[in-house]
């Protein structure tokens, strides 16, 4: 016979809202997904879109929890052409309006790094956010993503959200407005890599990102062509590098 729980109401990190995200009070874009880390969550997404780039020109970023709408004010504009998203996308993102386009970065420069990141040092930061990210692993739908540093077994940041997007956005945006060098960083998610959070962690300067779960061809291919070192089923004892394997150290490759 089965088992019904009738539970308390949903904890607030499993709540689910639309939120809207202006720039300049111009609608950018909504994003089904967790209804806190609203600041954050708008700067990491307008970094994504290239809409931001220059911190000291940022004006002020405020929130109203309650309608689950962000304003970011800045110096910054949107490009000409650029077509912004008015409608709700799937749970957990801000769908990319670079990516629906289906174009890719104009004239893009590869990062570039002289930080090397030693492969039981990306195992210990991975176990350490999932155990900072404690809900994302108990039937709750969280994502955790985390921000850590070479040469170190911890992580300086850690941000959760429903969607593996949010979370990604949240931790970028959040170094981005505590002016937290991230060009020499390493990048930490739970879930899969798509070509959208290539595209997310080389927007955002941060030239590894690290996955306990799979990632894509075409987010091979991206990040390959931006510089960027993808590295996935980080779990345990064992790691995948899929693109600029020079940045991995201590690491003994095999053929799969």
């Known amino acids: 016979m089965a088992i019904v729980e009738y539970a308390a109401p949903v904890p607030r990190e499993t709540a689910e809202r ?36 220059d911190r000291d020109r940022l004006v002020e970023v405020t929130a ?57 040092a990306l195992l210990s930061c991975m176990d350490e956010l999932c155990e900072r990210s404690p809900r994302r692993n108990t039937g709750e739908c969280v994502h955790g993503c985390g921000l850590g540093v070479p040469g170190e077994d911890r992580l300086l940041l850690v941000r959760e959200d429903i969607g593996r997007h949010n979370a990604m956005d949240k931790l970028i945006g959040q170094a981005w407005l505590d002016r937290v060098d991230v060009r020499d960083k390493a990048l930490f998610i739970t879930g899969r890599i798509s070509a959208e959070m290539a595209l997310k962690a ?55």
């Open 64 to 120: 109203d929890p309650e309608k689950a709408e962000v304003y970011v004010a800045s110096g910054e504009r949107a490009a000409d052409g650029y077509v912004p998203l008015h409608r709700v996308t799937s749970s957990g993102c801000a769908q990319s309006a670079l990516m629906r386009s289906g174009a890719c970065v104009p004239d893009a420069a590869r990062l570039s790094t002289t930080a090397r990141f030693d492969a039981d």
């Open 18 to 53: 639309p939120i809207r995200i202006y720039l300049n009070d111009a609608p950018v874009a909504v994003s089904q997904g967790s209804p806190y880390g609203l600041h954050e969550l708008a700067v990491g997404y307008l970094l994504s879109e290239g809409l931001l780039s």
């Open 202 to 256: 080389y927007r955002g300067g941060c030239p590894v990102l690290v996955s306990r779960k799979s990632a894509t061809d075409e987010a091979v291919r991206r990040a390959a062509s931006l510089g960027v070192t993808l590295v996935s089923h980080c779990r345990d004892g064992r790691l995948r590098v899929l693109s600029c394997p020079e940045r991995i150290t201590g690491v003994r490759f095999s053929k799969r």
